[in-house]
């Protein structure tokens, strides 16, 4: 099954809903970088979040940056999203990695760290971007998320996000589901949210038992009558292409690149996000000083 995402609102007009099916994009980005199993559940949680919260922009050349800053052994993770439904992302130490909790489950909150901050920028093509941070509460990340809508947002939210790494290491499931609050809800529609997410079983494991993001819309919240609105498929893709490379390498200035060529003759740079490496002789060098 293709990853995907919905969004979907409840029909009485009381909180919008996104689901998504990730175990894909997620199983992608182990691969590239080779993630420890509880990175790989850190890193699976932020590019589902970052690719729920892109969706929501409108621009075809929207984007969104989604970073945890913790303090815990796997660093900074990093995710972009855009409004198309692609996103990438990276951690800074992949190969982190802590014994799981008492209960058998990863310590997601342990190795990200309750020290931190997350931050969300929004590039919407204005002069500047949009940038709202707020302190991590448990490094969990859906609960991060929660806190970081409600201080920086002010909007009341639900998020629960998960990632099922299976014997192997690989990505048996992962996906999330983002719910918003809007502002005319019912304090009694209030109560039967909350009693469903009390019950609700997480995320991955419906996902590992073969449920679709419509199914679990239904399973979860179809007492509310739900009408979808959107359904987008979304994929891990990095857009880096050997031109950008290139005018990073400019940014550093002339004397910089002679001192490349003096020391090593070559330059070779690696994209942090998809690891693919970009090799520049001293001739590409020479040729880019000129050129430019």
């Known amino acids: ?29 182990r691969r590239i970088h080779n993630t420890s199993p509880t990175a790989t559940a850190a890193l699976g949680r ?8 892109g969706i929501t922009m409108k621009g075809e050349k929207d984007s969104l940056t989604f970073k945890i800053e913790g303090n815990g052994p796997i660093g900074s993770i990093v995710t972009v999203a855009n409004s198309r439904g692609e996103v990438k992302g990276y951690v800074d130490n992949p190969y982190a ?11 997601v909150g342990g190795l990200v760290g309750k020290d931190g901050q997350l931050v969300v920028i929004k590039d919407l093509g204005l002069k500047e ?25 002010q909007q009341p939210s639900a998020v629960s996000l998960g990632v099922l790494v ?12 983002m719910l918003q609050l809007l502002p005319d809800i019912a304090d009694k529609d209030l109560d039967r949210i909350e009693k469903i997410l ?5 995320v991955s494991t419906l996902i590992n038992e073969g449920l679709t993001p419509e199914e679990i819309m239904v399973e979860l919240f179809g007492e509310f009558d739900m009408e979808i609105l959107d359904k987008r498929f979304i994929d891990f893709k990095c857009n880096c292409q050997r031109e950008k490379i290139e005018n990073i390498l ?31 002789s001293k001739e ?9």
């Open 46 to 53: 932020a590019l589902t979040a970052a690719v729920m919260m």
């Open 284 to 292: 590409d060098l020479y040729k880019l000083i000129n050129d430019n």
């Open 129 to 153: 971007p949009y940038i709202g941070m707020a302190n991590l509460v448990s490094g969990e990340i859906a609960e991060d998320l929660v806190h970081y809508f409600y201080i920086s947002e």
């Open 250 to 280: 400019l940014s550093l200035g002339k004397e910089e690149i002679e001192d490349m060529i003096k020391k090593d003759g070559k330059a070779e740079i690696v994209c942090n996000f998809c690891n693919s490496k970009y090799l520049f």
């Open 1 to 29: 099954m293709k990853d995907y995402i919905i969004r979907g609102i409840s029909k009485d007009k009381t909180f919008r809903l996104f689901v998504a099916r990730t175990t894909n994009l997620v199983e992608k980005a």
């Open 166 to 177: 299976d014997k192997d290491i690989s990505v048996k499931a992962a996906g999330g589901y």
């Open 198 to 202: 009390s019950k609700a079983k997480p």
């Open 97 to 107: 990695d802590i014994p799981s909790r008492p209960d058998g489950k990863l310590d």
